[in-house]
């Protein structure tokens, strides 16, 4: 055996200085000391070490190779799956969103601009509003969209990568996969971009599967590669949920803080940036601590990455927010009027007669669409009509317990409707019955003026002061009775209108023949719901028909008086526009004319005895506007069941009908009581009104006519009145000219206005 030092030893073997065995140990400078047996054990113990961490090293690097191949294919297989198998391509244009849309209500203001009135939607409250970076980083001034402060409040918090990603962020979401398994912080949190945020509020792809996660980015990376960033920050700013039934900026701009989203203060801004996370936990309404909390991590974030000045920061966090967090500021109510019932009714209508939509899926696009409406609700006389219909003393119960109902339609004269009620008393529902609408009731005598005597003067049948016979008239069995029980022998146009008579009338639509008066009805003055056994002497000429009218188009009936003889159908908007502003439906102010302008004339002159006349069936009125003329009907149907009152004004005419729900007398103390309500609904729609004159014809003169015989007075009639004529009338040369009076003698005298006579302070004669 060679002699060896210690030194030639730890240079053999330079792996350790001593063997440990146990608590034996070795120092390799004594080894000489040592039998062969003992330096054998010590190398044997040496390599079954040296073996075994060989082991461990070949384990690690078989499970290190084993996962990385592993990782490989996972990663090959998701590649594979997310480029050949994943469709990710989307449906939805971002230039032009077919999402849910809060529908929006304007009105009139009175000065001709438009201001919001009421908004309506069925699950998403969401209104939506552009935002063009260029604009709102310049701060312009005329910009109304989503502020650049509030823009990159969001970016700052949820996805600061979001200028540089291509719509996901791969190291956050590998960072997010990781810390599922092996913790590297103590929260969760997401690796979704907005892009990705804005794919799932989209699609509302809810899956917890894998798949859904690369469905998820697959389509960011689309939206990505296909629209702007600006389009695809837009979309996502009006699509999220903020709480409280709200999504998107602008509806929780309103609620939260009572203002339109371009005059939010940048700490409003983070305010609304911080709800996204957890909206009821950060709500500034229901938990403003938590709420403070993050809005200054917002702003810290917001300074941080450069979009706030540190002035602009320091101030934000120390200013104090003012949440109002109020419902009514969006400008919802949770029973509409009667108005906007039938307003949703009627946009419905003409979306499935335009579009060929069914009646639900028209429903659904009203709330959904995004509509922008202009109405036609004049907003201080509805709330006045509301208010009388509600008051107590309207509350009339007859000896069933029945509650007496009512219902009313005011409009102006080209057709747009100013204020409806549907019933008395309370209203509590959407969109129920009502009976300005709903109750297709007899029209009794107001039926009169708009079938028999309107025609019949336009047809030069009659005129103003034609003598007709109130006498007892068989027409095929069946004889006309009039209220009062007799017959009264010969009577004008004006006084048989005046005091509602009812033979003649009838005898008017026999004239005409009942067909050609129906038609009148149904063509010219747009009455939709009387039916074929209307065509008869009774329900034409007295009001007892089958079928009935509304109070709605009764009062566009009675409009031709008014304004020149033209019918207007009734509507109660002008037009309904999208999002973009395109114009969808629009109600134009077409009219047609229904009756001659000279005729419309003589027709208004006739109804005014109605309100004036010393026998007039409606005088009472004449107490409710006393600064302005009033022309109009009263009705009653068979046993009193139906009460009606339908008259006008220089601004508005109005119809009001009253009855029970089943047929049933009314008390005839109550007789008045559809006059009543007329008259205090109008008389509160002219309250601060100019005094204002109907405009006549100028093809209309005024006449002194000979209540004897009913032509043309001259100056031996001993009773006289003034009466409307057309000029055609006045001409000898035509079939319908009116001459002077040949019963009396006496020379011709001045029109009316010129020369008054002492004996015309009435229209009506003495005998009436």
């Known amino acids: 055996m060679n002699n060896f030092d210690g030194k030639d030893l730890y240079s053999f073997d330079n792996s350790a200085n001593k063997i440990e065995n146990g608590e034996t140990s070795f120092d390799l400078n004594d080894f000489s000391s040592h039998t062969a047996e003992e330096t054998e054990v010590v190398k044997e113990k040496k390599q079954k070490k040296q073996d075994r961490k060989q082991r461990i090293i070949k384990i690690v690097l078989t499970v290190f190779l084993v996962g990385l191949i592993t990782v490989s294919l996972v ?112 929260s969760r949190f997401g690796g979704s971009t907005i892009t990705q945020q804005l794919v799932k509020n989209l699609t509302d792809d809810r899956s917890q599967k894998a798949s859904r996660k690369v469905r998820e980015i697959m389509r960011a990376r689309y939206l990505e590669d296909n629209y702007a960033k600006a389009t695809i920050l837009e979309c996502y700013l009006n699509t999220i949920p903020m709480g409280n039934g709200t999504y998107g900026v602008e509806v929780a701009a309103n609620y939260y803080f009572g203002k339109r989203v371009k005059d939010l203060t940048i700490a409003e801004c983070a305010s609304l940036a911080s709800i996204t996370k957890a909206p009821t936990y950060y709500s500034p309404d229901k938990n403003p601590e938590e709420n403070k909390l993050r809005r200054d991590v917002v702003l810290r974030e917001m300074y941080s990455q ?41 946009v419905s209508s003409d979306l499935s007669e335009k579009y060929g939509y ?42 069933n317990g029945d509650v007496l109902q009512a219902g009313i339609t005011i409009m102006d004269y080209e057709g747009r409707v100013k204020a409806m009620v549907g019933s008395l008393g309370e209203k509590t529902d959407n969109r129920g019955w009502n009976n300005a609408i709903d109750a297709v009731r007899q029209p009794g005598s107001t039926m009169k003026p708009i079938a028999a005597y309107a025609p019949a003067i336009e047809q030069d049948l009659i005129h103003f002061s ?17 209220w009062y029980g007799s017959y009264w022998g010969n009577v004008t146009t004006q006084y ?17 023949k009942p067909k050609n008066s129906y038609d009148f009805l149904t063509q010219k003055l747009g009455i939709t719901t009387l039916n074929e056994e209307d065509i008869n002497l009774s329900p034409l000429g007295m009001g007892g028909t089958n079928g009935g009218l509304n109070t709605l188009e009764s009062a566009a009936a009675f409009a031709i008086f008014g304004n020149g003889g033209r019918y207007y159908e009734p509507t109660f908007y002008t037009k309904v526009t999208n999002q973009d502003g395109k114009i969808i439906l629009e109600h134009k102010t077409n009219s047609k004319m229904a009756i001659s302008e000279d005729t419309a004339t003589i027709m208004n002159h006739l109804l005014q005895t109605v309100v004036y006349g010393s026998n007039g069936t409606g005088k009472g009125a004449a107490g409710y506007i006393s600064n302005m003329k009033i022309y109009a009907k009263t009705g009653t149907s068979n046993d009193q069941n139906d009460l009606w009152f339908v008259g006008g004004t220089p601004y508005y005419v109005g119809s009001c009908w009253c009855g029970y729900k089943t047929m049933q007398p009314i008390a005839k103390s109550y007789s008045g009581i559809a006059m009543k309500l007329w008259g205090n609904v109008m008389s509160k729609a002219h309250s601060g009104l100019a005094a204002k004159e109907f405009e006549d014809s100028p093809y209309a003169v005024e006449k002194y006519y000979c209540k004897t015989s009913g032509d043309i007075a001259n ?15 006045l001409d000898p040369k035509n079939k319908s000219y009116i001459p002077i009076c040949t019963a009396h003698e006496g020379d011709a005298i001045s029109d009316p206005g010129t020369e008054p006579d002492t004996d015309t302070s009435s229209n009506t004669s003495s005998n009436d």
């Open 358 to 399: 069914d009646k639900s899926h028209a429903d659904q696009m009203f709330y959904n669409g995004g509509y922008k409406i202009y109405a036609t609700v004049d907003v201080e006389m509805q709330e006045a009509a509301e208010k009388v219909f509600a008051d107590e003393a309207y509350n009339i119960k007859n000896k």
């Open 306 to 346: 450069g979009y706030i000045t540190e002035e602009e920061y320091e101030k934000a966090v120390d200013s104090e927010l003012v949440v109002t967090a109020d419902k009514s500021v969006l400008n919802q109510n949770e029973v509409n009027s009667y108005f906007i019932d039938a307003l949703i009714n009627q």
């Open 715 to 729: 100056s031996g009639c001993p009773d006289k009145a003034v009466g409307w004529y057309k000029t055609s009338n």
């Open 466 to 482: 034609s003598i007709l016979n109130d006498t007892k008239t068989n027409y095929n069995g069946w004889t006309p009775v009039n």
């Open 75 to 186: 990663v090959g297989a998701f590649m594979f799956y997310a480029f050949t198998m994943v469709d990710p391509t989307m449906d939805e244009d971002l230039n032009n969103l077919a999402l849910d849309f809060t529908t929006t209500i304007y009105v009139d203001d009175g000065d001709g601009d438009y201001k919001e009135y009421r908004r309506l939607h069925s699950q998403f409250n969401r209104i939506w509003v552009d935002y063009d970076e260029e604009s709102a980083k310049e701060k312009d001034p005329s910009y109304t969209g989503i502020p650049y402060n509030l823009a990159m409040a969001f970016v700052a918090i949820e996805d600061k990568g979001f200028n540089d990603h291509n719509g996901v962020d791969w190291k956050r979401t590998f960072a997010a996969f990781v810390n599922e398994f092996l913790p590297i912080s103590n």
């Open 496 to 512: 048989a209108l005046e005091r509602s008579i009812n033979a003649i009338p009838v005898y008017l639509v026999n004239k005409l």
